[in-house]
């Protein structure tokens, strides 16, 4: 008897532990997590994805960064990938697309649709002029971006000269892709007791949006 009641204690508890897991597994199940861009498994989705969506429409596309990437558990893994792209060389834009790998390797593209990566208007973001590696491209003054590494420059430049730059106006910008990416910023800069000047400032980004002033120099960004 007293083995018995033992036994069922045991399996009393063995139920809710599993309860508990079957909850906590079905909350895991189902959500998107945000997963680092340089995984190799997202990596391998983007390119499939692009891969197999140049045989569907018979459009030459190309990868210019993978902007961000999600991973969804299910009867093996889905990868939503927000994508900077570039078809037949033509203006980049965003898409995003699903791809799901099942638990043998293969993988499908699910879907495939032009995006803002999270801007709810769902309208493409045009750029320029493509951006090919190699080659600095142009890209929006407005790009968050392009200000933003404009900021950094501004501020680097001051604490290297010990004088407070500001930003009149970003006149032009440019981006390249290296292993991370290159900002060319023409902009008119205020300096205290002097008139508005052109520069021309390099403003390198690493993979982990990292900043380093590369080059400072007044120009007429000719």
């Given amino acids: 008897m007293k083995t018995?009641?033992?036994?069922a204690l045991m399996l009393s508890a063995f139920a809710v532990i599993l309860m508990f897991a079957s909850a906590s597994f079905a909350q895991m199940v189902g959500g998107y997590k945000v997963i680092s861009k340089s995984d190799a498994a997202a990596v391998a989705a983007a390119d499939f994805a692009i891969e197999t969506q140049s045989e569907k429409s018979e459009k030459s596309y190309e990868l210019t960064d993978l902007v961000k990437a999600e991973r969804q558990?299910?009867?093996?893994?889905?990868?939503?990938?927000?994508?900077?792209?570039?078809?037949?060389?033509?203006?980049?834009?965003?898409?995003?697309a699903v791809v799901y790998?099942?638990?043998k390797g293969n993988k499908k593209?699910?879907?495939?649709?032009d995006s803002t990566c999270g801007d709810a208007t769902g309208a493409a973001i045009p750029v320029t002029k493509p951006i090919i590696v190699g080659g600095f491209g142009t890209a929006p003054k407005t790009d968050a971006q392009v200000i933003a590494a404009a900021d950094f420059a501004v501020k680097s430049q001051s604490k290297k000269m010990e004088t407070e730059f500001t930003i009149n106006e970003i006149v032009k910008a440019e981006r390249q892709v290296v292993q991370g990416m290159?900002?060319?910023i023409c902009m008119?800069?205020?300096?205290?007791?002097?008139?508005?000047?052109?520069?021309?400032?390099?403003v390198?980004?690493?993979?982990?949006?990292?900043?380093i002033l590369s080059s400072w120099k007044a120009t007429e960004c000719g």
Wanted: proline residues 2%.
């Fill in 109 to 113: 593209l699910s879907s495939w649709a």
């Fill in 188 to 202: 008119r800069v205020d300096v205290e007791g002097d008139e508005p000047f052109l520069v021309s400032a390099v």
């Fill in 4 to 7: 018995d009641r033992n036994s």
């Fill in 73 to 96: 558990v299910v009867q093996g893994s889905n990868y939503r990938l927000c994508m900077e792209v570039s078809a037949d060389g033509s203006d980049t834009f965003y898409v995003q």
């Fill in 182 to 184: 290159n900002y060319r």
């Fill in 204 to 211: 390198y980004q690493d993979l982990k949006r990292n900043y």
């Fill in 101 to 103: 790998v099942d638990l």
